[in-house]
């Protein structure tokens, strides 16, 4: 079992930055060996894709719409990952989420392949 918590979110304007944080534990859960990714739910939507970083080399994979503006990075002594968002625009109004899978992608992931999910943060961008 894992249990995963995100933070970090909050209401910024057109063009700023946030850091999402999410720290993983649980006794029997590696954080090394999980590939981490983060999703966001918009009102009414689904949930969606925005990119992972996987488990022993960390490759990443992105969305389109975030491809160049954000980045994923973790740091497997602290059970960390992290999802920088530069250039925000309100189309990037959601909750986010981070979400544990044990495989290894080299294309976007599923919602569905992954185990464990963060209760989620909000992110706010106004116009």
């Known amino acids: 079992q894992a249990q995963l918590v995100e933070s970090g979110g909050g209401l910024v304007q057109a063009g700023a930055s946030l850091r999402l944080s999410c720290a993983a534990s649980?006794?029997?859960?590696?954080?090394?060996?999980?590939?981490m990714g983060w999703f966001r739910q918009a009102p009414g939507k689904e949930r969606d894709f925005v990119g992972h970083?996987?488990?022993?080399?960390?490759?990443?994979v992105y969305a389109d719409s975030v491809k160049g503006r954000f980045t994923i990075s973790r740091d497997n002594a602290k059970n960390m990952v992290y999802l920088q968002m530069n250039s925000l625009k309100p189309e990037d109004t959601a909750v986010y989420y981070c979400a544990a899978s044990p495989n290894y992608y080299n294309k976007a992931a599923r919602t569905y392949e992954f185990d464990y999910w963060g209760q989620g943060t909000h992110v706010t961008v106004s116009s």
């Open positions: 649980g006794r029997t859960f590696t954080f090394s060996m999980h590939t």
């Open positions: 970083i996987n488990w022993g080399g960390g490759s990443t």
